[in-house]
Each structure stands twice: as C-alpha cells, then as structure tokens.
C-alpha cells in the first residue's frame, strides 16, 4: 500500500529534489497581505512629522523604554494602574531600533504583527480545513484588511488616519491576534 507521505516523497523526487511551488497557496497568502504592503509603503512613503499626542506619547514613551530594556510594566491607564505585561513595547521595539525612534516605527511594527496574525490565520485555516476553504478566508482577511486600514471608512479615526490596523494605540493592536486566537 502506498501512504500520502510516499507519494509526495516520489513526487519531490520526480521533480529533481525541489518541493512545486504551490501557487495557490502563494497568490492566497498575496491576497491576505496585500493590505498590509500597501499600507507599509503608504508609511513609509510619508515624508510628514508623526504627531504622537496622549495615549500614543505613552507608547513611545514605553517602546524607547523597552528598547533600553528598561520597561517592566505594561500600558499606562488613566486610572494610576498599569495593564500587565510589557512584551507588546519589546516588540515595538525591534522596529524602532531599525528604523529609527518615533511614531513611524511603532506605526511599521503595528503593522507588521497585525499582518503576521492576519498570515497566521490563513495558513491555520489551510491546514485545518484545506484549500477552498483557505481561500474564502483568504478573501475575508483581505477585505478586513482594505476596511480596516481604508481611510474612508467609520473605523479610521481623526488620530490615526491610516486606520485602526495601523494604530499602534494597545486597544487596536489586539484586533488581529484575537482573530488568530479564535
């Protein structure tokens, strides 16, 4: 009896020892990210000043801490009490070391967790159901995407005019991993 693992087996080595490329997978994968590189250049394409008022001051504040390792609790609240944990400014943080202190960095790495959880749905869907179903996904993330960051629609605020998939604001950020979570 042959197994699925020998027949792929026998199909990577008919086809001179490299895996196919599946294109399917890739053009979804295209699809659900796609909203994210648009909004990556759009970010980085800005040649304006970042305004960081309120909230996203105590943000910086807390990714250039975190970048001196010196940051050990989480968001400030209005209340005098801070949210647990600091790992969201260490991440933050890996940005604003490449590219620079400032809201432009935090911006970017906003944006690259977001489009990572939005990744990591889709590639659980695929191994969960297989390949149609991760491609209605894939058109779902992707819509949510383009709604989210679009600057046209009621989720866009005056503060973060790129949408709430770019705010670095830590009430937005956790859009898409919950989605990843669920």
């Not at 801490?65 to 005098?80: K, P, V």
Request: one cysteine or more.
């Amino acid at each position: 009896m042959r197994t699925a693992a020998a027949s792929a087996r026998r199909a990577v080595a008919a086809a001179g020892g490299r895996r196919p490329v599946p294109w399917p997978a890739v053009a979804a994968a295209v699809a659900v990210t796609l909203p994210y590189f648009v909004l990556l250049v759009r970010v980085l394409a800005w040649s304006g000043p970042v305004d960081l008022s309120g909230d996203l001051a105590m943000v910086d504040l807390a990714v250039r801490n975190a970048a001196h390792f010196h940051q050990t609790l989480g968001a400030y609240d209005r209340f005098g009490w801070h949210h647990p944990g600091p790992a969201y400014f260490y991440l933050l943080a890996i940005p604003s070391w490449i590219l620079g202190a400032g809201g432009r960095s935090e911006v970017v790495g906003t944006v690259v967790i977001n489009g990572a959880c939005a990744l990591g749905v889709w590639w659980v869907v695929r191994r969960q159901t297989g390949t149609a179903a991760s491609w209605w996904a894939a058109a779902c993330l992707g819509l949510l995407g383009m709604a989210l960051t679009s600057t046209g629609s009621t989720f866009a605020t005056v503060q973060e005019p790129l949408g709430i998939l770019a705010s670095p604001w830590n009430p937005y950020v956790v859009v898409m991993p919950l989605v990843l979570c669920t």
